[in-house]
């Protein structure tokens, strides 16, 4: 089970750091966000593997950036220059040897 969370509300050019921790003790291959805006398909942000390593969806470098703490369980998701149009709910997903898991999706709206 995942268990997003971090979402709010910001203004412009604020920030937030979106969290995703795991229960249980499966492997975990590689952890993701994702978002969906108001009317839009969901979209990939960023993808972090459990060597470290880090893939971003273009729209995004440079202003946000996943991170992940092995210990915890947890990987992050730290939002930056936020705009408008970051509003959306924001989920986060594993990949394991028994296939993918989706947290439930926390809100993030920025007002202008």
């Known amino acids: 089970q995942l268990q997003a969370y971090g979402g709010g509300l910001v203004q412009a050019g604020g920030s937030l750091r979106l969290s995703c921790a795991a229960s249980g003790s499966i492997s975990i291959n590689s952890m993701g966000w994702y978002r969906q805006a108001p009317g839009k398909q969901r979209e990939l942000v960023a993808l972090?593997?459990?060597?470290?390593?880090?893939h971003y969806a273009n729209s995004f470098k440079g202003r946000f950036a996943i991170s992940k703490d092995n210990a915890r369980r947890t990987w992050y998701l730290q939002l930056n220059s936020l705009q408008p149009d970051d509003t959306a709910v924001y989920y986060c997903?594993?990949?394991?040897?028994?296939?993918?898991?989706w947290g439930q999706g926390t809100e993030v709206t920025v007002s202008s």
């Open positions: 972090i593997t459990s060597g470290g390593s880090t």
């Open positions: 997903n594993c990949e394991t040897v028994l296939g993918r898991y």
